[in-house]
């Protein structure tokens, strides 16, 4: 049985942020096994696995959030930079000889879980407006470049 299942509950509706935090979920649980297992290097493995997808994942999510002009993007940003930090710590930690894995498994399980059911469903609106009227300017910039041919076609 897995770790920690994901639930219909977190999803934001935006498929590429959904996508991102069921990584997340999944890398969690592939620590579980690990530790489990505790097979040391495969746990290091998968830690710095997990921040470097984390890194990545909070760059996405700030670009997407300061695009769609979110009011809130300054100080979501440095919660990602505070988790990232605190995540830093248990990995250093552990490189020392700690055994953390368990801990910071059910820490990240608990920010997470917080994090995206409050932090991020705070700018899903924003972000998905942003995302609409994108889809929307591409239609129309589509039917402009038709006319502009249609034109062309018949009077160039
Ligand atoms: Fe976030």
Not at 4 to 17: H, R
Not at 93 to 111: K, P
Request: glycine share 4%; aromatic share 12%.
């Amino acid at each position: 049985m897995a770790y920690w299942n994901w639930k219909p509950s977190y999803e934001l509706g935006i498929s590429v942020i959904d996508n991102q935090h069921k990584r997340l979920v999944e890398y969690i649980n592939e620590l579980s096994a690990a530790v489990t297992t505790r097979d040391k290097k495969q746990i290091s493995f998968i830690l710095t696995g997990i921040i470097d997808y984390t890194i990545s994942h909070f760059a996405f999510e700030e670009q997407l959030i300061a695009e769609a002009g979110y009011p809130m993007a300054g100080p979501h940003k440095k919660l990602h930079e505070s988790f990232v930090a605190a995540v830093s710590r248990y990995k250093k930690s552990f490189d020392e000889g700690y055994d953390i894995a368990g801990q910071l498994m059910a820490e990240l399980q608990i920010w997470l879980t917080y994090h995206i059911s409050n932090d991020d469903m705070d700018y899903k609106d924003c972000v998905k407006k942003m995302l609409v009227n994108k889809e929307i300017q591409k239609i129309e910039d589509r039917a402009e470049t038709k006319k502009k041919s249609w034109f062309q076609t018949l009077f160039g």
